[in-house]
């Protein structure tokens, strides 16, 4: 039995490629055990074809991915992604709400309207100062876990992802985050996208995952795969940084009724997290 991966974007989004179809048929084809597609909720402050789809394609991508639910019953599940800011989070909380997802990844991908994790915005890094956005993020990250909309939270450290590294010491702040995940039951993916950017790192990192273990804190996995071939991209190096963080077990998403969100459940890792080939179950 292969893992799962609950964090996959398509050509909706504006910076992707690959239909919701053609991501079924790679993840089976790489030995995943389930597939989430979590494209991103329309972006609600600004009006950015390639940051995400617009609101008239929402129901478009809902009525596919539940078609695909329907031929592929307990293998694809509808997540999506939505943006945390405390401006929209109100308008967030009611699309959420109307619309049958099977669970959402929350993120934090702006500091006020400063798109930090955009390519196109980068050096305002150096402008604003490095701290002063570690600050900003881990608050925003904060206020998401606290709001209560989200089942899983998105790429818990993405601020470093061009590699720009704080001073300040966050082993507190990330220790009272860990404590209000726990606390809110939420899940904390270990996403491999981090692998692939300047910082050449998993999001979270090992530090900050064996902090959310000992918080007791449930953890996932995601590729935030923008492109079918990168489906289920680098979960060996995920399981290995989960197993080193202390992680015997991850959660796995299971249906519940329509319209009700994903209940998880605590699933043993394997070494192996494809079905090909053997895979030796590790002892907790
Ligand atoms: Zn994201
Ligand atoms: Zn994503």
Redesign the pocket.
């Known amino acids: 039995m292969g893992l799962p991966d609950y964090h996959t974007h398509t050509g909706r989004c504006g910076h992707g490629e690959g239909s919701a179809t053609e991501y079924v048929v790679a993840a089976q084809q790489a030995g995943l055990s389930a597939l989430g597609v979590s494209d991103?909720l329309p972006v609600l402050h600004t009006q950015d074809p390639d940051l995400s789809m617009g609101l008239d394609q929402l129901q478009g991508y809902i009525d596919e991915v539940l078609e695909l639910k329907r031929r592929y019953p307990g293998y694809v599940l509808l997540g999506i992604?939505a943006d945390y800011r405390p401006d929209t989070i109100e308008q967030v909380k009611g699309l959420l709400a109307a619309h049958p997802f099977d669970y959402v990844?929350g993120?934090v991908?702006f500091i006020g309207d400063w798109g930090f994790?955009d390519p196109r915005e980068a050096d305002h890094f150096e402008s604003r100062g490095v701290d002063d956005a570690y600050r900003s993020y881990y608050e925003a990250v904060r206020e998401a876990v606290a709001c209560g909309a989200f089942t899983i939270l998105?790429?818990l450290d993405?601020v470093k992802k061009f590699g720009y590294r704080t001073s300040l010491h966050l082993d507190e702040t990330i220790d009272k985050l860990g404590r209000e995940i726990a606390h809110q039951g939420m899940i904390v993916e270990v996403n491999t996208a981090g692998l692939h950017k300047p910082v050449g790192e998993l999001y979270p990192s090992a530090e900050i995952l064996a902090r959310l273990r000992r918080c007791g804190v449930s953890i996932t996995f995601g590729s935030?795969a923008h492109a079918p071939a990168h489906v289920g991209r680098d979960f060996e190096r995920a399981v290995e940084a989960a197993r080193s963080a202390g992680y015997t077990h991850y959660a796995r998403l299971d249906q519940q009724s329509p319209g009700q969100r994903v209940r998880p459940r605590a699933v043993p890792l394997r070494t192996d997290p494809r079905r090909k080939g053997p895979a030796a179950c590790m002892s907790a």
Do not use: P, T
């Open positions: 991103h992604e990844i993120s991908h994790d998105g790429h993405l935030d």
